[in-house]
């Protein structure tokens, strides 16, 4: 039986994160605010899991130069190297957030990366004085001015509140079938919530979210044993959709054999 070995140095960018729970004002569209301080060249190759979450980034290079730009749902692990010394502030929106706070679908950006003033909602507007703050003003400038900046009507809201319902019985519902029964909508309904709240179908939600398992559980443990707690049918069937979501096998990654970093992804304009 092979063991899953103890995870080699792989730098993930979530492992830099300083992370913050937003203030209860802002909970019902951003679930974490993060800084990452300055990252100089030369540092080790990034890795960038996937992640079913819309970012807003507030990137500061050590030469001065801002920029604000909107991370989409990245549905496959990416590799870079950092070519500039920079930090940023990430703010990561709630699952229905996207078209209150950047007027858009959250599957228009995913796995693209945008400018946040390009976009038509309110948050854009406040691009240029997010990039004025230090990262522990965020939040508090964020709780001031947003919250009378949105307006929602009930059936956004209504949406909102059945994605935190859906994403939360993900773990616990089996089949999207079941989900969708136990939530009271279509199957197509539940897909179509998911792609315009979040970015990307129930399955691939729920294959992230494996394999941010298979992540988090590396270690003295065997594999089958890891695959069996992670939702997966067998130890294969784990294999197989790691490598297809993370590039290589787990055996690989997990001792340090990466793919060969890759440019920043271009900017998107919408």
């Not at 190297?81 to 950047?102: E, F, Q, V």
């Not at 001015?145 to 949105?150: A, G, K, S």
């Not at 997966?232 to 993370?246: E, G, I, N, V």
């Amino acid at each position: 039986m092979t063991t899953a070995q103890t995870p080699a140095p792989v730098v993930t960018a979530e492992d830099l994160e300083r992370r913050l729970t937003p203030p209860a004002a802002l909970r019902p569209w951003i679930t974490e605010i993060a800084h990452i301080p300055t990252v100089h060249p030369g540092s080790a190759a990034f890795t960038h899991i996937p992640q079913a979450v819309t970012s807003i980034v507030l990137r500061t290079e050590e030469s001065g130069r801002r920029d604000a730009w909107v991370l989409g749902p990245r549905t496959r692990a990416t590799y870079s190297s950092p070519d500039t010394a920079a930090g940023c502030t990430r703010i990561r929106l709630a699952p229905g957030a996207s078209r209150s706070l950047l007027g858009i679908a959250a599957a228009e950006l995913t796995d693209r990366i945008a400018v946040l003033s390009d976009l038509p909602g309110p948050v854009a507007d406040l691009a240029d004085r997010l990039l004025e703050l230090d990262p522990d003003e965020v939040a508090p400038f964020l709780e001031a001015v947003l919250p009378q900046r949105l307006s929602e009507d009930s059936v956004r809201r209504d949406h909102r509140r059945l994605l935190d319902s859906a994403v939360a019985a993900m773990d616990t519902a089996g089949p999207v079938t079941a989900l969708a029964a136990n939530l009271a909508v279509s199957e197509r309904q539940l897909r179509n919530l998911f792609a315009a709240g979040i970015g990307v179908s129930p399955k691939h939600y729920a294959r992230i979210a494996r394999v941010r398992q298979v992540l988090a559980a590396a270690g003295n443990t065997p594999w089958s044993h890891v695959a069996t707690a992670s939702g997966y049918y067998d130890q294969s069937h784990m294999t197989a959709d790691f490598r297809s979501l993370m590039g290589v096998p787990p055996t690989a990654y997990f001792r340090g054999d990466l793919p060969a970093p890759s440019p920043c992804q271009p900017l998107t304009r919408l």
